[in-house]
């Protein structure tokens, strides 16, 4: 499935003369929105040619103070260790997610002194950084490199450390964050990104003298894209 990259919107019947009449406007991760020079708020030559689209998808931040320094308790140690699922594969240290769950009790200060004094210090611990590369075949028949797909297994403890670090990083970030951003968000997806897009366009349509273009363009994944005989 094409993802959808560019969205063209104009609020006249008129062509666009040249690429330099052309800006862009807003960045997301899903879409890229472009309009006329002249649509743009506070351009000097057409400043009160504004559009709705404009104002719906742009969002005032309001400034936050200093987020506290993250102390890492002994209780949020447990209550991830307890969340594990008991059948995902270890990392290269051999700690299973069973071992962390039945154990979470025992494990948890223990733990917690290790990524608190690792927050301290501003470094990882080396055998937390170690991942093993799994070639995992993306159908039944495999002709060629590209039919994988390269999964790594890391440290359950580590992903465990990331998990808590994730949630203190959320509640920092989460009223900064672009209202069109759905990816990597929970309860959104890309049928969500989807509507909205849609719903943005048939806005912008129901406005006599206006037309959309759609530009749609699929990204080849990273990996596909690797040359095996090349050395990384």
Not at 5 to 15: A, M
Not at 74 to 86: A, H, P, S, T
Not at 183 to 191: E, F, K, T
Request: include cysteine; glycine fraction near 6%.
């Amino acid at each position: 499935h094409g993802r959808t990259i560019g969205l063209y919107v104009s609020r006249s019947k008129g062509s666009v003369s040249g690429l330099e009449q052309q800006m862009d406007l807003l960045i997301h991760p899903w879409l890229l929105i472009k309009m006329r020079l002249g649509c743009c708020p506070g351009h000097p030559l057409k400043a009160h040619r504004k559009t709705s689209l404009y104002t719906t998808v742009n969002t005032p931040r309001t400034p936050l103070s200093p987020p506290p320094a993250l102390r890492i308790s002994e209780d949020d140690v447990r209550q991830i260790f307890l969340k594990q699922k008991r059948r995902k594969a270890p990392g290269p240290d051999g700690v299973t997610p069973a071992c962390l769950r039945t154990c979470a009790d025992q494990l948890a200060f223990i733990f917690s002194q290790i990524f608190n004094r690792s927050l301290e210090l501003c470094e990882v611990p080396a055998c937390f950084k170690r991942s093993t590369i799994i070639p995992i075949p993306k159908k039944p028949k495999i002709t060629g490199l590209n039919d994988h797909r390269p999964v790594a297994l890391t440290s359950v403890v580590m992903k465990s450390f990331e998990r808590l670090v994730l949630a203190y990083l959320k509640n920092i970030t989460g009223p900064l964050l672009d209202p069109l951003q759905f990816a990597y968000q929970a309860n959104r997806s890309m049928d969500d990104a989807v509507n909205m897009g849609l719903h943005l366009i048939l806005q912008h349509l129901d406005k006599s003298g206006t037309y959309v273009r759609l530009l749609f363009v699929d990204f080849s994944s990273t990996p596909s894209s690797q040359h095996s005989s090349r050395p990384n």
